[in-house]
């Protein structure tokens, strides 16, 4: 990032706290600013943003903003290029009504590209236009349309297998670790909450430690109602490191399957999941899917997918995202041993694969990162089926040829070898530890692929596991790992990791981190690009 971007973001901080600034009324964009208001100052008189705010799905000229309100009222922002907001842009944004468990979002566009945005968002009450919220102030820097350095993270798993918000701990400290680094943006890899996993009180940890968790009503069983699944995100939202992450961090949102239950498919079975009450599993993916779409800082498809999650995010010449859903359009998990593609051995789904084909043959960008929320080449298991065969959630199935989930993964890495995709690179969570994959089709029962990299990182707050076992189709090779020595370690050990992406703006190389609660660097690649001027990587 530039010294010019630093001290900017550090005037910013300073002079506003970051979290809270002064009110004022907005006016809407093009008239000029109006008198403040005499507004009510009592606590609870007026909006509160108990929430933050958050930025998501940032370009080159536009970027989201997401806020929530506590009552019936409307989002306004207020935008400047300057940090002391000497010449804001106000923005009337959208109703916060209990429709959407009042969270409101604006796509704020028209933004030059490259540049340091500053915002304030405040909410005016339905019930008196004269009540306004304080401000919630925080900032974003849009995507770049030339060569520069780049630096984002990825990781995902928040809050799962009873670790929440433990304030003796300091939180979900991770997530402040994460801010220092000043990224350009966060991908999230899913599992942004862990619907199926109660958080109680107390929870026994490793070496006769005991976990404090902050607990409400809403995470105390799974969620089965709308306001229970609401409950989680906003649960997630009570930490202060998670806040302060969200208010200068901009996000790029992808699920798994822990926003609705464990593995889950439409044919998903919990008639003898003693804690569900409510049995009808896609009516469980529906208000899972709602209430994502209302606490995702995520820019909608549009009208004819409204909830689709899988997009394109360009970010300048260097670099493209391309978010995958590996849950929406999956089948049923089965023994995934099909000797031929069909309904049952979908994963990404046809619709899917042939955008991410399209996009991918269209990039001009240097990179290409395919944001997955699975690892293509370990062996995720689902109990066994009526035949007591292995059942498998992920699209491995164990050692041998292409067989079920794995037709269209090979499709995928076939198109990309013969289109002459170049510099794919795959970033992914869900395994609760960190590792560095190189697939390499001289090791591969299917070989019509050239030889990729596939980072692994997580979790943010969970328990930690692993390691996972590799499945010799696509020819993984493990160049590093990190893991626990048991399984379910508490965040009190420590292995907790996420992963940061530098891209050199001058050479395009990029350089992979794995690193910890910390931010200590525990493994990392440089990466050559294959392009004009630029050499191929490679396991070196």
């Known amino acids: 990032m530039s010294s010019h971007h630093n001290k900017s973001r550090r005037q910013f901080i300073q002079s506003t706290g970051l979290l809270v600034g002064a009110a004022a009324?907005?006016?809407?964009?093009?008239?000029?600013?109006?008198?403040?208001?005499?507004?009510?100052?009592?606590?609870?008189?007026?909006?509160?943003?108990?929430q933050g705010i958050q930025f998501g799905d940032v370009r080159a000229n536009r970027a989201m903003i997401w806020s929530r309100?506590?009552?019936?009222?409307?989002?306004?922002?207020?935008?400047?290029?300057?940090?002391?907001?000497?010449?804001?842009?106000?923005?009337?944004?959208?109703?916060?009504?209990?429709?959407?468990?009042?969270?409101?979002?604006?796509?704020?566009?028209?933004?030059?590209?490259?540049?340091?945005?500053?915002?304030?968002?405040q909410f005016q009450d339905l019930s008196n236009e004269r009540v306004l919220s304080e401000a919630v102030t925080g900032h974003f820097r849009t995507a770049p349309d030339e060569a520069r350095d780049i630096c984002f993270l990825w990781s995902g798993d928040t809050a799962g297998q009873g670790w929440g918000i433990n304030p003796e701990f300091g939180g979900m400290k991770i997530y402040e670790t994460m801010r220092q680094t000043q990224p350009d943006f966060f991908i999230h890899s899913g599992d942004n909450i862990y619907a199926d996993g109660p958080i109680q009180e107390y929870q026994n940890a490793e070496n006769g430690l005991v976990w404090h968790n902050l607990v409400t009503p809403e995470v105390s069983k799974v969620a089965e109602t709308l306001d229970e699944f609401r409950g989680r995100y906003k649960y997630n939202l009570l930490d202060e490191n998670v806040r302060r992450f969200n208010a200068e961090v901009p996000q790029i949102w992808q699920w798994d399957d822990h926003e609705v239950v464990n593995n889950w498919s439409d044919s998903k079975d919990l008639m003898a999941d003693a804690r569900y009450t409510e049995k009808n599993v896609p009516l469980l993916i529906a208000r899972g899917t709602h209430a994502f779409l209302e606490y995702a800082p995520m820019r909608y498809a549009g009208v004819e997918e409204s909830e689709r999650v899988y997009r394109h995010i360009p970010y300048g010449s260097l670099l493209d995202v391309f978010v995958l859903d590996m849950r929406s359009y999956r089948g049923p998990n089965?023994?995934?041993?099909?000797?031929?593609?069909?309904?049952?051995?979908?994963?990404?789904?046809?619709?899917?694969?042939?955008?991410?084909?399209?996009?991918?043959?269209?990039?001009?960008?240097?990179?290409?990162?395919?944001?997955?929320?699975?690892?293509?080449?370990?062996?995720v298991g689902d109990g066994t089926d009526a035949q007591g065969r292995p059942r498998w959630e992920n699209s491995s199935n164990g050692d041998g040829p292409v067989l079920g989930r794995e037709f269209e993964i090979a499709d995928i890495l076939r198109f990309i070898k013969h289109q002459r995709v170049d510099n794919v690179v795959?970033?992914?969570?869900?395994?609760?530890?960190?590792?560095?994959?190189?697939?390499?089709?001289?090791?591969?029962?299917?070989?019509?692929?050239?030889?990729?990299?596939?980072?692994?990182?997580?979790?943010?707050?969970?328990?930690?596991?692993?390691?996972?076992?590799?499945?010799?189709?696509?020819?993984?090779?493990?160049?590093?790992?990190?893991?626990?020595?048991?399984?379910?370690?508490?965040?009190?050990?420590?292995?907790?990791?996420?992963?940061?992406?530098?891209?050199?703006?001058?050479?395009?190389?990029?350089?992979?981190?794995?690193?910890?609660?910390?931010?200590?660097?525990?493994?990392?690649?440089a990466l050559q690009p294959f392009a004009p001027g630029y050499r191929h990587f490679g396991a070196r």
């Open 426 to 525: 795959w970033f992914t969570a869900d395994v609760h530890y960190c590792a560095a994959h190189y697939y390499d089709p001289n090791k591969a029962q299917f070989q019509d692929f050239e030889p990729f990299w596939e980072f692994v990182t997580g979790p943010l707050n969970a328990g930690s596991f692993g390691p996972g076992k590799l499945d010799n189709t696509f020819g993984p090779q493990v160049m590093f790992q990190k893991f626990p020595p048991a399984q379910n370690q508490s965040p009190f050990a420590g292995l907790q990791f996420f992963g940061q992406v530098d891209i050199d703006g001058r050479t395009a190389e990029m350089t992979v981190s794995l690193k910890d609660i910390d931010g200590a660097t525990v493994y990392s690649k």
């Open 334 to 379: 089965t023994h995934n041993r099909q000797t031929e593609p069909g309904a049952d051995t979908a994963f990404l789904g046809a619709e899917q694969i042939e955008w991410l084909k399209r996009k991918l043959r269209e990039s001009k960008a240097v990179w290409k990162v395919i944001a997955a929320d699975m690892p293509l080449g370990l062996n």
């Open 25 to 50: 009324l907005p006016a809407v964009v093009g008239r000029p600013a109006q008198a403040a208001p005499a507004i009510i100052t009592l606590d609870g008189a007026r909006p509160q943003l108990a």
């Open 69 to 121: 309100s506590d009552r019936p009222s409307r989002m306004w922002a207020e935008y400047d290029f300057d940090p002391d907001f000497t010449h804001p842009t106000r923005v009337r944004g959208a109703y916060a009504l209990d429709a959407t468990d009042y969270t409101a979002r604006l796509d704020l566009t028209g933004l030059p590209s490259g540049r340091d945005v500053f915002v304030r968002v």
